[in-house]
């Protein structure tokens, strides 16, 4: 298992800010990723977070828009950039051993934008 | 076409009744399968997973799953539902592609009610 940190838990921004989400996992990880998940809706994958590299995106999601950093095998931040209403939704971040295994999810941060 | 189909987005049961929440995955979808739920206002939890061996597998809380090969199904059962399951329960898979990706389903919403 692992357990997994994210900060902030929520919060409340101005369109065209920016907020960095960071996630702590308290183990060594193979795999990052990067989930959001629209009010009422299920999770939808933005990214894998590579460590070392750049992030492999998702269809519809781009890295000017979600920059994404892993400095290491247990930390990575996304950003969203020049934020608008539409971006509010619960970001999540999961981890995984193994490639065909299960992944564990973070608690979430809850962003609202204004 | 959905990868992940799931198709009741809520479903109403009384305390101590069973219930099943189906789900159904298309071809794009490996037979690494899984089941998460997320309580208001927390991260996924995994459930059951489903990777090899047994078509029955048991998870947590008493929840179970069957996997159906012929049916592309992954039905979740549990015999007696409690009003601490009320809670969104999401189906997922990994895709047929070389690349690690979790595909969710729609979500369905377990409500128990005395």
């Known amino acids: 298992s692992a357990v997994i940190s994210q900060k902030p838990s929520r919060d409340i921004c101005q369109r065209g800010t920016s907020l960095t989400i960071q996630c702590q996992v308290d183990?060594?990880?193979?795999?990052m990723f990067w989930y959001r998940q629209q009010p009422g809706q299920s999770l939808t994958l933005i990214a894998t977070?590579?460590?070392?590299?750049?992030?492999?995106?998702e269809s519809g999601f781009v890295i000017d828009k979600f920059p994404i950093s892993r400095p290491n095998l247990t930390f990575s931040t996304l950003t969203v950039s020049n934020m608008s209403p539409e971006d509010s939704s619960i970001y999540l971040c999961?981890?995984?051993?193994?490639?065909?295994?299960?992944?564990?999810f973070g608690p979430g941060t809850r962003l609202t934008v204004l | 076409a959905q990868s992940v189909t799931q198709l009741d987005s809520q479903v109403p049961v009384f305390e101590e009744a069973p219930v099943e929440l189906r789900c159904n995955y298309s071809?794009?979808?490996?037979?690494?399968l899984f089941w998460y739920v997320q309580y208001p206002n927390q991260g996924l939890q995994l459930l059951l997973k489903?990777?090899?061996?047994?078509?029955l597998v048991k998870g947590i809380n008493g929840f179970e799953a069957e996997f159906n090969k012929s049916q592309t199904s992954f039905h979740l059962r549990k015999p007696s539902v409690h009003i601490s399951d009320t809670a969104e329960y999401f189906c997922?898979?990994?895709?047929?592609?070389?690349?690690?990706?979790?595909?969710f389903g729609t979500g369905t919403r377990l409500l128990v009610s005395p």
């Open positions: 999961s981890v995984s051993h193994n490639p065909l295994d299960e992944q564990f």
């Open positions: 997922a898979g990994l895709m047929n592609t070389g690349f690690q990706k979790l595909v």
């Open positions: 489903y990777l090899s061996g047994s078509t």
């Open positions: 977070a590579n460590q070392g590299s750049e992030a492999t995106y």
């Open positions: 071809s794009s979808v490996s037979v690494y």
């Open positions: 183990s060594q990880v193979t795999m």
